[in-house]
């Protein structure tokens, strides 16, 4: 493998991570067990998780209606298509 495969697969994985992370939150929501803080969801989709973030946001209908999260979703977009612009450029 090349070090660009490894580096996406390292960013495919985080996203899976943060998608994982949604569920889990929204199951304990519907529980009403403890949360997982909003601060912490939105930093792992800032920091690289904006696809899985969005993908989790509309599977697991959670948080959709909080606009700062959808715009942190947003930019954690574009940042994981500036990481794979600058693996694969």
């Known amino acids: 493998m090349t070090v ?3 580096l996406n697969c390292f960013i ?14 929204k199951g304990k929501a519907r ?3 403890w ?15 904006g696809m899985g973030a ?3 946001g509309y599977f697991f209908h959670h948080k959709t209606r909080k606009v700062y999260f959808v715009a942190t979703w947003c930019l954690g977009l574009l940042v994981d298509l500036a990481l794979f612009w ?3 450029r």
């Open 4 to 6: 660009a495969q490894i």
């Open 12 to 25: 495919l994985f985080w996203n899976l991570v943060v998608f994982v992370t949604y569920g889990i939150d």
């Open 31 to 33: 529980r009403g067990a």
């Open 35 to 49: 949360r997982i803080p909003e601060k912490t969801l939105l930093l792992m989709a800032l920091c690289g998780g």
């Open 54 to 56: 969005i993908l989790a």
């Open 86 to 88: 600058m693996i694969w």
